[in-house]
């Protein structure tokens, strides 16, 4: 237990947003497949053997849908997660939740948000990590500047799984924009920050599991996973 501004928080490894755009650019098939991912990811041996080795063996996770500015619910609130029954549980609840949809892709507001349950959740970690997955660029709302602004204060993470798909959604028109780019140059933000994109439902449900396990142990991606050439190998 550590205690902080007169309450006892419980200590864990990470505090860990799972925050999912839900915004109508995201079709429902996307919507279902982005859940039916972080579901595997979280019920699998790999993120359960990642947990357990930490310090405390446990983290703090929340999964978040997002898309207005005044659109950001949980789905599965703040739960501890050390083992594989409460990962069961954790997804299960991920799962059987309602869908709710917005029009928008407020990224900013979404991260501002996120910062919140942080600094309210009360657990402590060392390591605090937005984990934002999106389809498109920001479009209304927050300045991403302003809410980089709020994460900095509170020591937390930002990292990015932009999913790349060419089917347009029911009410935007397409956006010409190279989505991992501008994950990399606008969304990600603090020490270590990453983005690994995902083309195809065999990519993204990879990516979620490979993010998943690299944020709770606190690992980089490899050269190779960022689209980059390995040291000593020609691009």
Not at 19 to 46: F, H, K, M, T, W
Not at 103 to 129: C, F, K, L, M, P
Not at 192 to 215: C, D, N
């Amino acid at each position: 237990m550590q205690e902080i501004d007169g309450r006892t928080d419980i200590e864990v490894d990470v505090e860990l947003v799972l925050a999912v755009d839900i915004s109508y650019s995201v079709d429902e098939e996307e919507a279902r497949r982005q859940r039916e991912g972080y579901v595997a990811a979280l019920a699998s041996e790999d993120v359960i053997q990642s947990i357990q080795a930490g310090a405390y063996g446990r983290i703090a996770v929340t999964y978040v849908e997002w898309a207005d500015s005044g659109l950001q619910r949980a789905a599965a609130d703040w739960t501890i997660i050390s083992s594989e029954e409460e990962a069961l549980m954790f997804a299960a609840t991920v799962a059987a939740a309602p869908f709710e949809r917005g029009h928008y892709t407020a990224i900013g507001a979404a991260v501002a948000d996120s910062v919140s349950r942080i600094e309210t959740n009360g657990y402590s970690a060392g390591r605090r990590i937005i984990d934002i997955s999106g389809d498109g660029p920001l479009n209304q709302g927050m300045p991403l500047a302003e809410a980089h602004e709020l994460a900095r204060e509170a020591h937390v993470v930002i990292n990015g799984l932009p999913v790349i798909s060419e089917r347009v959604g029911r009410w935007v028109r397409p956006v010409e924009v190279h989505l991992d780019d501008y994950f990399e140059e606008n969304v990600i933000f603090g020490p270590g920050a990453f983005v690994l994109p995902a083309r195809s439902e065999e990519e993204f449900r990879e990516a979620i599991l490979r993010k998943l396990v690299l944020e709770i142990a606190g690992a980089a991606p490899s050269p190779s996973e960022l689209g980059r050439p390995e040291a000593g190998h020609a691009p």
